[in-house]
């Protein structure tokens, strides 16, 4: 099942992208970690586009770390709730909590995550402060972090 969502994510978004003509450059793939190794992946989120460019051309299966307010979104809310992409309430610390938990929980799984270093997106494209929390994960998890820069 997953397989198959990860595939259909990936057309989806790549399908997406070409209809309205951005092709973005990926460089560097040929240096990520092997399928099988759990990472964390810690992009900068500069544009509404960063988890479309994610879900098309990172060649590895991986969930978002995502406000639950993206599982609202038609289609696409629904595809992540679906497919077990972990959500919180930014101003919950309880879901703070337990979203962390569950992402430790996850990588310590062998499943690979997205979180966005800055934590939210930037609305005018520069680089935001980052937050400490998806580099604790990684340190409490055990695994590696994959940055991306987008």
């Known amino acids: 099942?997953?397989?198959a969502m990860d595939?259909?994510?990936g057309f989806w978004s790549r399908v997406s992208m070409l209809t309205c003509g951005y092709r973005p450059a990926v460089v560097g793939a040929e240096h990520l970690p092997d399928r099988d190794e759990?990472?964390?992946y810690v992009p900068n989120h500069c544009s509404y586009l960063d988890i479309l460019t994610l879900s098309a051309f990172?060649?590895?299966p991986f969930k978002y770390i995502s406000k639950i307010e993206i599982l609202r979104i038609p289609f696409i809310g629904w595809a992540m709730g679906f497919a077990g992409h972990i959500a919180l309430r930014r101003a919950d610390r309880r879901s703070q909590l337990e979203s962390y938990k569950a992402a430790v929980a996850s990588l310590k799984d062998g499943n690979s995550l997205v979180a966005f270093a800055e934590g939210t997106r930037s609305d005018d494209g520069t680089l935001k402060k980052f937050k400490r929390g998806?580099?604790?994960m990684a340190i409490d998890a055990g695994?590696?972090?994959v940055p991306i820069a987008l």
């Open 1 to 3: 099942r997953r397989r």
């Open 134 to 136: 998806p580099f604790k």
């Open 143 to 145: 695994v590696d972090i």
């Open 58 to 60: 990172l060649p590895r």
């Open 38 to 40: 759990a990472v964390l």
């Open 7 to 9: 595939w259909m994510v």
